[in-house]
Protein backbone atom coordinates (compact mmCIF):
# COMPACT_ATOMS: atom_id res chain seq x y z
CA UNK A 1 0.00 0.00 0.00
CA UNK A 2 0.89 3.92 -0.56
CA UNK A 3 1.76 5.02 2.90
CA UNK A 4 1.80 8.35 3.51
CA UNK A 5 3.55 10.74 6.16
CA UNK A 6 2.38 13.46 8.03
CA UNK A 7 3.35 15.73 4.77
CA UNK A 8 2.17 13.84 2.11
CA UNK A 9 5.34 12.13 1.27
CA UNK A 10 5.71 8.29 0.15
CA UNK A 11 7.57 6.79 2.48
CA UNK A 12 8.05 3.29 0.46
CA UNK A 13 10.56 3.69 -2.02
CA UNK A 14 10.24 -0.17 -2.58
CA UNK A 15 6.50 1.37 -4.93
CA UNK A 16 8.85 2.04 -8.11
CA UNK A 17 9.26 -1.60 -8.34
CA UNK A 18 5.78 -3.13 -8.19
CA UNK A 19 4.31 -3.70 -11.42
CA UNK A 20 1.39 -0.80 -12.45
CA UNK A 21 -1.28 -3.32 -12.33
CA UNK A 22 -1.16 -4.91 -8.94
CA UNK A 23 -1.42 -1.12 -7.62
CA UNK A 24 -4.43 -0.89 -10.33
CA UNK A 25 -6.66 -3.79 -8.74
CA UNK A 26 -6.04 -2.00 -5.40
CA UNK A 27 -7.28 1.24 -7.04
CA UNK A 28 -10.50 0.26 -8.97
CA UNK A 29 -11.41 -1.52 -5.79
CA UNK A 30 -10.74 1.47 -3.76
CA UNK A 31 -12.55 3.97 -6.06
CA UNK A 32 -15.88 1.45 -6.23
CA UNK A 33 -15.94 1.28 -1.93
CA UNK A 34 -15.64 4.90 -2.21
CA UNK A 35 -18.45 5.86 -4.93
CA UNK A 36 -20.24 2.95 -2.77
CA UNK A 37 -19.76 4.57 0.16
CA UNK A 38 -20.74 8.08 -1.59
CA UNK A 39 -23.95 6.20 -3.04
CA UNK A 40 -25.59 4.84 0.38
CA UNK A 41 -25.23 8.61 2.26
CA UNK A 42 -27.06 10.14 -0.85
CA UNK A 43 -24.96 13.15 -0.82
CA UNK A 44 -22.46 12.10 -3.52
CA UNK A 45 -23.53 9.69 -6.32
CA UNK A 46 -21.38 9.84 -9.24
CA UNK A 47 -18.62 8.76 -11.15
CA UNK A 48 -15.10 9.14 -9.73
CA UNK A 49 -12.45 10.55 -11.42
CA UNK A 50 -10.63 7.06 -11.69
CA UNK A 51 -13.21 5.04 -12.82
CA UNK A 52 -13.80 8.00 -15.51
CA UNK A 53 -9.84 7.91 -16.54
CA UNK A 54 -9.79 3.86 -17.16
CA UNK A 55 -13.42 4.26 -18.82
CA UNK A 56 -11.24 6.97 -21.59
CA UNK A 57 -8.69 4.65 -21.36
CA UNK A 58 -10.64 1.38 -22.62
CA UNK A 59 -11.21 3.36 -25.45
CA UNK A 60 -7.64 3.86 -26.77
CA UNK A 61 -6.56 0.24 -27.29
CA UNK A 62 -2.70 0.22 -27.18
CA UNK A 63 -3.37 1.99 -23.82
CA UNK A 64 -1.27 0.15 -21.26
CA UNK A 65 -2.06 1.70 -17.94
CA UNK A 66 0.63 3.59 -17.71
CA UNK A 67 -1.23 7.33 -18.49
CA UNK A 68 -3.63 6.43 -15.84
CA UNK A 69 -1.16 5.41 -13.22
CA UNK A 70 0.49 8.88 -14.03
CA UNK A 71 -2.44 11.29 -13.55
CA UNK A 72 -3.85 8.82 -10.61
CA UNK A 73 -0.38 9.81 -8.71
CA UNK A 74 -0.90 13.55 -9.57
CA UNK A 75 -4.83 13.48 -8.23
CA UNK A 76 -3.22 11.95 -5.07
CA UNK A 77 -0.83 15.33 -5.06
CA UNK A 78 -3.23 17.47 -5.76
CA UNK A 79 -5.43 16.14 -2.47
CA UNK A 80 -2.68 16.63 -0.38
CA UNK A 81 -1.73 19.91 -1.52
CA UNK A 82 -5.89 20.54 -1.43
CA UNK A 83 -5.51 19.60 2.23
CA UNK A 84 -2.34 21.92 3.21
CA UNK A 85 -4.23 25.01 1.55
CA UNK A 86 -7.70 24.18 3.34
CA UNK A 87 -5.36 24.68 6.63
CA UNK A 88 -3.77 27.67 5.48
CA UNK A 89 -3.95 30.18 8.32
CA UNK A 90 -4.24 27.01 11.00
CA UNK A 91 -0.51 26.09 10.75
CA UNK A 92 2.48 28.27 10.11
CA UNK A 93 1.89 27.83 5.60
CA UNK A 94 0.72 31.47 5.20
CA UNK A 95 3.52 33.93 3.94
CA UNK A 96 6.96 33.83 1.62
CA UNK A 97 10.06 32.06 2.67
CA UNK A 98 12.07 34.91 1.39
CA UNK A 99 13.39 33.73 -1.38
CA UNK A 100 12.64 35.00 -5.19
CA UNK A 101 12.11 32.72 -7.92
CA UNK A 102 13.26 31.90 -11.09
CA UNK A 103 10.44 34.53 -12.35
CA UNK A 104 11.94 36.85 -9.89
CA UNK A 105 8.63 36.60 -7.26
CA UNK A 106 8.25 35.67 -3.88
CA UNK A 107 8.53 32.55 -2.88
CA UNK A 108 5.68 31.16 -0.80
CA UNK A 109 5.27 28.75 1.80
CA UNK A 110 3.04 26.41 0.01
CA UNK A 111 4.21 26.91 -3.48
CA UNK A 112 7.45 25.15 -1.80
CA UNK A 113 5.20 22.60 -0.62
CA UNK A 114 3.24 22.02 -3.80
CA UNK A 115 6.44 21.97 -5.75
CA UNK A 116 8.17 19.14 -3.40
CA UNK A 117 5.37 17.03 -3.23
CA UNK A 118 4.47 16.99 -6.80
CA UNK A 119 7.96 16.01 -7.42
CA UNK A 120 8.54 13.65 -4.71
CA UNK A 121 5.58 11.49 -5.79
CA UNK A 122 5.89 11.30 -9.33
CA UNK A 123 9.46 10.81 -9.55
CA UNK A 124 9.12 7.31 -8.36
CA UNK A 125 6.56 5.83 -10.21
CA UNK A 126 8.14 5.14 -13.53
CA UNK A 127 6.31 6.54 -15.85
CA UNK A 128 8.24 10.13 -16.20
CA UNK A 129 11.14 10.55 -17.78
CA UNK A 130 11.48 14.42 -16.78
CA UNK A 131 9.94 17.00 -15.11
CA UNK A 132 9.28 20.72 -15.66
CA UNK A 133 8.06 23.20 -12.68
CA UNK A 134 7.18 26.75 -13.21
CA UNK A 135 9.56 27.29 -9.88
CA UNK A 136 12.52 25.20 -10.54
CA UNK A 137 14.91 27.21 -12.89
CA UNK A 138 16.38 23.89 -14.64
CA UNK A 139 14.24 20.95 -15.72
CA UNK A 140 14.04 17.69 -12.93
CA UNK A 141 15.42 14.35 -13.55
CA UNK A 142 13.83 11.49 -12.34
CA UNK A 143 16.71 10.16 -9.92
CA UNK A 144 18.77 7.42 -11.24
CA UNK A 145 16.99 4.62 -8.18
CA UNK A 146 13.73 5.19 -10.54
CA UNK A 147 12.61 3.61 -13.31
CA UNK A 148 12.17 6.08 -16.49
CA UNK A 149 8.89 6.10 -18.46
CA UNK A 150 8.28 8.10 -21.63
CA UNK A 151 5.75 11.13 -20.08
CA UNK A 152 6.68 14.65 -19.82
CA UNK A 153 5.13 16.69 -17.01
CA UNK A 154 5.18 20.56 -17.07
CA UNK A 155 3.19 22.43 -13.73
CA UNK A 156 3.22 25.41 -12.34
CA UNK A 157 2.31 23.60 -8.82
CA UNK A 158 0.30 26.94 -7.06
CA UNK A 159 -1.01 29.33 -9.63
CA UNK A 160 -1.32 32.34 -8.04
CA UNK A 161 0.32 32.46 -5.30
CA UNK A 162 0.27 35.80 -4.44
CA UNK A 163 -3.25 35.33 -3.49
CA UNK A 164 -2.73 32.23 -1.09
CA UNK A 165 -2.46 34.91 2.03
CA UNK A 166 -5.83 36.61 1.12
CA UNK A 167 -8.04 33.04 0.96
CA UNK A 168 -8.74 33.78 -3.27
CA UNK A 169 -8.47 30.63 -5.32
CA UNK A 170 -5.11 29.58 -6.14
CA UNK A 171 -4.55 25.95 -8.38
CA UNK A 172 -2.50 23.75 -10.07
CA UNK A 173 -1.75 23.45 -13.81
CA UNK A 174 -0.11 20.63 -15.69
CA UNK A 175 0.09 19.45 -19.37
CA UNK A 176 1.72 15.98 -19.98
CA UNK A 177 3.89 15.37 -22.89
CA UNK A 178 5.01 12.02 -24.52
CA UNK A 179 8.77 11.68 -25.59
CA UNK A 180 9.26 11.86 -29.34
CA UNK A 181 12.61 10.66 -29.46
CA UNK A 182 14.00 7.11 -29.10
CA UNK A 183 17.39 8.34 -27.86
CA UNK A 184 18.53 5.58 -25.51
CA UNK A 185 21.95 6.75 -24.00
CA UNK A 186 20.18 9.65 -22.22
CA UNK A 187 16.31 9.96 -20.86
CA UNK A 188 15.19 12.32 -23.05
CA UNK A 189 16.48 15.45 -24.98
CA UNK A 190 15.91 19.27 -25.02
CA UNK A 191 13.68 18.95 -27.59
CA UNK A 192 11.61 16.53 -25.66
CA UNK A 193 10.89 18.72 -23.41
CA UNK A 194 9.99 21.97 -26.22
CA UNK A 195 7.00 20.55 -28.16
CA UNK A 196 4.30 22.41 -29.01
CA UNK A 197 1.14 22.52 -27.05
CA UNK A 198 -0.36 20.85 -29.73
CA UNK A 199 1.52 17.57 -28.88
CA UNK A 200 -0.10 17.68 -25.35
CA UNK A 201 -1.23 13.95 -24.68
CA UNK A 202 -3.43 15.80 -21.86
CA UNK A 203 -3.91 18.94 -19.78
CA UNK A 204 -6.40 20.58 -16.93
CA UNK A 205 -5.92 21.96 -13.45
CA UNK A 206 -7.00 21.86 -10.16
CA UNK A 207 -8.52 24.68 -8.45
CA UNK A 208 -8.39 25.21 -4.73
CA UNK A 209 -11.18 27.36 -4.16
CA UNK A 210 -14.88 27.04 -2.31
CA UNK A 211 -14.89 23.27 -3.03
CA UNK A 212 -11.51 21.83 -4.72
CA UNK A 213 -12.38 21.25 -8.78
CA UNK A 214 -9.86 18.83 -11.52
CA UNK A 215 -10.69 20.05 -14.67
CA UNK A 216 -9.06 17.50 -17.19
CA UNK A 217 -8.30 16.69 -20.91
CA UNK A 218 -6.79 14.02 -22.89
CA UNK A 219 -8.46 15.30 -25.83
CA UNK A 220 -11.95 13.60 -25.83
CA UNK A 221 -13.69 16.89 -24.35
CA UNK A 222 -13.34 18.70 -20.98
CA UNK A 223 -14.48 17.04 -17.91
CA UNK A 224 -14.40 18.54 -14.07
CA UNK A 225 -14.81 16.39 -10.98
CA UNK A 226 -15.59 18.32 -7.46
CA UNK A 227 -13.62 16.71 -4.42
CA UNK A 228 -15.89 14.92 -2.36
CA UNK A 229 -13.95 15.74 0.77
CA UNK A 230 -15.45 13.67 3.46
CA UNK A 231 -14.70 10.52 0.94
CA UNK A 232 -11.75 11.62 -0.54
CA UNK A 233 -12.52 11.03 -4.43
CA UNK A 234 -13.32 13.54 -7.12
CA UNK A 235 -16.65 13.10 -8.38
CA UNK A 236 -17.63 13.70 -12.14
CA UNK A 237 -19.82 17.32 -11.48
CA UNK A 238 -19.16 19.22 -14.69
CA UNK A 239 -19.83 16.08 -17.97
CA UNK A 240 -18.62 17.55 -21.22
CA UNK A 241 -18.19 21.26 -20.59
CA UNK A 242 -18.37 23.84 -23.25
CA UNK A 243 -17.55 27.15 -23.21
CA UNK A 244 -20.14 29.60 -25.04
CA UNK A 245 -18.97 30.94 -27.88
CA UNK A 246 -19.88 34.15 -27.12
CA UNK A 247 -19.26 36.00 -23.26
CA UNK A 248 -20.46 39.37 -21.13
CA UNK A 249 -16.98 39.16 -19.35
CA UNK A 250 -13.44 40.49 -19.96
CA UNK A 251 -10.73 40.09 -17.16
CA UNK A 252 -7.51 41.84 -17.27
CA UNK A 253 -5.39 43.74 -14.54
CA UNK A 254 -6.53 47.07 -16.20
CA UNK A 255 -3.99 48.43 -13.79
CA UNK A 256 -1.42 47.82 -16.60
CA UNK A 257 -3.71 50.26 -18.95
CA UNK A 258 -0.56 52.47 -19.58
CA UNK A 259 1.72 49.86 -20.36
CA UNK A 260 -0.17 48.75 -22.97
CA UNK A 261 0.20 49.39 -26.79
CA UNK A 262 -2.30 51.73 -28.34
CA UNK A 263 -4.33 48.18 -29.98
CA UNK A 264 -4.12 46.60 -26.67
CA UNK A 265 -5.80 49.47 -25.13
CA UNK A 266 -8.26 50.00 -27.88
CA UNK A 267 -9.55 46.09 -28.04
CA UNK A 268 -10.13 46.92 -23.70
CA UNK A 269 -12.23 50.45 -24.63
CA UNK A 270 -13.97 48.16 -27.29
CA UNK A 271 -15.42 45.55 -24.25
CA UNK A 272 -16.06 48.78 -22.04
CA UNK A 273 -18.03 50.44 -24.87
CA UNK A 274 -21.55 50.83 -25.04
CA UNK A 275 -23.11 49.51 -27.81
CA UNK A 276 -26.40 46.81 -27.46
CA UNK A 277 -26.57 44.89 -30.39
CA UNK A 278 -23.10 43.49 -29.45
CA UNK A 279 -23.65 42.90 -25.52
CA UNK A 280 -21.14 45.75 -24.99
CA UNK A 281 -20.47 47.08 -22.86
CA UNK A 282 -18.96 43.66 -21.23
CA UNK A 283 -18.23 43.20 -17.42
CA UNK A 284 -15.35 42.96 -15.92
CA UNK A 285 -14.63 40.09 -13.67
CA UNK A 286 -10.44 39.93 -12.57
CA UNK A 287 -9.25 38.04 -9.49
CA UNK A 288 -5.76 37.70 -10.26
CA UNK A 289 -5.59 34.61 -10.02
CA UNK A 290 -4.90 32.45 -13.61
CA UNK A 291 -7.11 29.77 -12.85
CA UNK A 292 -9.70 31.09 -11.37
CA UNK A 293 -10.25 33.94 -14.09
CA UNK A 294 -9.97 31.32 -16.37
CA UNK A 295 -12.60 28.80 -14.43
CA UNK A 296 -14.81 31.55 -14.30
CA UNK A 297 -14.98 32.58 -18.19
CA UNK A 298 -14.42 28.54 -19.19
CA UNK A 299 -18.37 28.04 -17.71
CA UNK A 300 -19.56 31.30 -18.10
CA UNK A 301 -18.10 32.56 -21.22
CA UNK A 302 -15.97 35.55 -22.32
CA UNK A 303 -12.05 36.24 -22.53
CA UNK A 304 -8.88 36.30 -19.95
CA UNK A 305 -6.14 38.89 -21.52
CA UNK A 306 -2.53 38.92 -20.21
CA UNK A 307 -1.24 41.36 -22.97
CA UNK A 308 2.09 42.12 -23.49
CA UNK A 309 3.21 45.32 -21.42
CA UNK A 310 6.27 47.76 -22.32
CA UNK A 311 7.08 47.92 -18.75
CA UNK A 312 10.64 46.99 -20.03
CA UNK A 313 10.58 48.73 -23.19
CA UNK A 314 13.23 47.24 -24.55
CA UNK A 315 11.25 44.39 -23.99
CA UNK A 316 7.80 43.70 -24.17
CA UNK A 317 6.50 40.55 -23.46
CA UNK A 318 3.67 38.96 -21.20
CA UNK A 319 3.85 37.81 -18.18
CA UNK A 320 1.92 34.17 -18.22
CA UNK A 321 4.46 30.96 -19.12
CA UNK A 322 3.74 29.37 -21.92
CA UNK A 323 4.50 26.02 -21.18
CA UNK A 324 3.33 25.23 -17.42
CA UNK A 325 0.01 28.11 -18.30
CA UNK A 326 -0.76 28.94 -21.37
CA UNK A 327 -0.25 25.45 -23.17
CA UNK A 328 -2.21 23.71 -20.91
CA UNK A 329 -5.38 25.80 -21.03
CA UNK A 330 -5.08 26.59 -24.54
CA UNK A 331 -5.62 22.54 -24.81
CA UNK A 332 -8.42 22.68 -22.58
CA UNK A 333 -10.03 25.90 -23.57
CA UNK A 334 -9.48 24.30 -26.95
CA UNK A 335 -11.78 20.96 -26.38
CA UNK A 336 -14.37 22.89 -25.18
CA UNK A 337 -14.59 25.02 -28.26
CA UNK A 338 -12.79 27.93 -27.42
CA UNK A 339 -9.55 29.44 -28.24
CA UNK A 340 -6.55 30.62 -27.03
CA UNK A 341 -3.99 33.32 -28.63
CA UNK A 342 -0.81 34.94 -27.98
CA UNK A 343 -2.55 38.16 -30.36
CA UNK A 344 -1.12 36.86 -33.48
CA UNK A 345 -1.91 32.81 -33.66
CA UNK A 346 -3.08 29.97 -31.42
CA UNK A 347 -0.83 29.79 -28.71
CA UNK A 348 -0.96 25.63 -28.97
CA UNK A 349 1.01 26.20 -32.06
CA UNK A 350 3.84 28.24 -30.77
CA UNK A 351 7.63 26.03 -31.00
CA UNK A 352 8.54 26.99 -27.25
CA UNK A 353 12.20 27.93 -27.10
CA UNK A 354 12.91 28.11 -23.35
CA UNK A 355 11.14 26.30 -20.32
CA UNK A 356 10.45 29.65 -18.73
CA UNK A 357 9.55 31.71 -21.87
CA UNK A 358 6.14 34.01 -21.25
CA UNK A 359 4.23 34.88 -23.77
CA UNK A 360 0.87 37.23 -24.30
CA UNK A 361 -2.19 35.57 -23.03
CA UNK A 362 -6.17 35.62 -24.98
CA UNK A 363 -7.98 32.83 -23.93
CA UNK A 364 -12.05 32.06 -24.14
CA UNK A 365 -14.72 32.41 -25.66
CA UNK A 366 -13.91 31.75 -29.66
CA UNK A 367 -15.71 35.06 -30.38
CA UNK A 368 -13.93 37.43 -28.09
CA UNK A 369 -10.49 35.72 -28.88
CA UNK A 370 -10.71 36.25 -32.47
CA UNK A 371 -12.10 40.07 -31.96
CA UNK A 372 -8.51 40.31 -29.95
CA UNK A 373 -6.34 38.87 -32.64
CA UNK A 374 -8.49 41.34 -35.08
CA UNK A 375 -7.73 44.28 -32.90
CA UNK A 376 -4.07 43.30 -32.53
CA UNK A 377 -2.93 43.04 -36.16
CA UNK A 378 -4.46 46.33 -36.42
CA UNK A 379 -7.86 45.47 -38.08
CA UNK A 380 -10.65 47.06 -35.98
CA UNK A 381 -13.60 46.10 -36.29
CA UNK A 382 -16.33 49.81 -37.47
P1 LIG B 1 0.72 35.06 -9.39
O1 LIG B 1 1.71 36.10 -9.80
O2 LIG B 1 -0.03 35.43 -8.14
O3 LIG B 1 1.26 33.66 -9.35
O4 LIG B 1 0.95 33.13 -12.86
C1 LIG B 1 1.05 34.33 -12.38
C2 LIG B 1 -0.22 35.01 -11.90
O5 LIG B 1 -0.40 35.02 -10.53
C3 LIG B 1 -1.52 34.49 -12.51
O6 LIG B 1 -2.10 33.45 -11.77
C4 LIG B 1 -2.40 35.71 -12.54
O7 LIG B 1 -3.37 35.66 -13.55
C5 LIG B 1 -1.40 36.80 -12.79
O8 LIG B 1 -0.13 36.32 -12.37
C6 LIG B 1 -1.72 38.06 -12.03
O9 LIG B 1 -0.80 39.02 -12.38
P2 LIG B 1 -1.02 40.57 -12.03
O10 LIG B 1 -0.93 40.67 -10.54
O11 LIG B 1 0.07 41.26 -12.73
O12 LIG B 1 -2.38 40.96 -12.54
Not at 336 to 347: C, F, Q
Amino acid sequence: MVEESGNGLIQTPTLAKRPVFSNWANLISLSLNRHKEATMDNRGVGITITQHVLMEEEQSPEATGAFTYLLNELIVAAKVISREVNKAGLVDILGSTGDINIQQERVQKLDVFANRIIIERMQHIGQLCCMGSEEVAELIDVPDQYPKGNYILLFDPLDGSSNIDVNVSIGTIFGIYRKESDETDVDFLLSDVLQPGIKQVAAGYFIYGSSTIMVYTTGNGVNGFTLYPSVGEFLLSHENIRIPEKGKIYSVNEGNYQYWDEDTRALVDYFKAKDKPTGRPYSSRYVGSLVADFHRNLLKGGIFMYPADLKDPNKPTGKLRLMVEANPLAMVVREAGGYASDGKGPILEIQPTDLHQRVPLYIGSKEEVETAEAFLSGKRPT
